[in-house]
């Protein structure tokens, strides 16, 4: 089974730090993306990659970057935590852009910014 | 514009007893729907994936319909346990290259002794 893994469970980070969120795949997968899940609001699309080096903004990018030096890491950065970051940070994989299954997630990082 | 809508928004039943969760999307043009389970705290698992050919899964005590026409489709849990208790989450792909899923709200059950 492929198998997503998400660095920390959890993390507490002060106002204006910089955060780094790490997630690593073992399958290969072109593939990865990076979530954010509010109550009431559902999964929301912050940033996805094609392939190294590759990147594409999602639905809500701003406040965030990524980066993808090598195939199966991608990392998700705060350059400045904020109060309204504080969420439930979700990564996922994919063989590729033509595979509509094999989809699969991370446990999840719950981020609570002080 | 690409929704995915999912009723009742949180639902509560007795251990044993079974429960639908419904679906309804629009989401053009439609390559399959997927249903999540999401536990507290973790990440969704995937539950069932159907095509825009396939009408019924079934995974355990679980089982997904899909009408296509109606751009509908419900999950059915049989003989409910406490671990059913988590979000389930209705996803929807569409056909073209490179989009990532759609995803609906979900809907919250809770199972009680």
């Known amino acids: 089974d492929v198998k997503v893994t998400q660095s920390s469970r959890y993390l507490v980070k002060r106002t204006g730090e910089k955060v780094f969120l790490e997630c690593v795949q073992d399958?290969?997968?072109?593939?990865m993306f990076w979530y954010r899940q509010d109550p009431g609001l559902g999964l929301r699309l912050i940033y996805f990659s094609y392939d190294v080096k590759m990147k594409e903004k999602g639905d809500i990018p701003e406040g965030y970057s990524v980066s993808r030096e090598k195939k199966e890491r991608f990392s998700l950065i705060l350059e400045s935590a904020s109060t309204n970051q504080t969420s439930m940070y979700l990564c996922?994989?994919?063989?590729?852009?033509?595979?509509?299954?094999?989809?699969?997630f991370g446990s999840g990082t719950r981020l609570t910014v002080v | 514009k690409n929704q995915v809508e999912q009723s009742p928004q949180s639902l509560i039943i007795l251990e044993g007893k079974n429960c639908t969760l419904q679906?309804?999307?629009?989401?053009?043009?439609?390559?399959?729907l997927r249903w999540y389970k999401q536990d507290t705290g973790r990440g969704p698992v995937s539950l069932t994936i159907?095509?825009?050919?396939?009408n019924t899964k079934s995974n355990g005590r679980y089982t997904a319909t899909l009408d296509a026409d109606t751009k509908q489709s419900s999950l059915h849990i049989t003989a409910s346990q406490l671990s059913d208790s988590a979000s389930y989450i209705c996803v929807v792909s569409a056909s073209q290259a490179g989009t990532a899923l759609i995803f609906g709200k979900g809907t919250t059950l809770s199972v009680s002794s």
């Open positions: 399958m290969d997968h072109e593939n």
């Open positions: 679906c309804n999307y629009t989401v053009s043009p439609f390559s399959n």
């Open positions: 159907m095509t825009f050919s396939e």
């Open positions: 996922a994989s994919r063989p590729d852009r033509r595979s509509n299954y094999g989809y699969t």
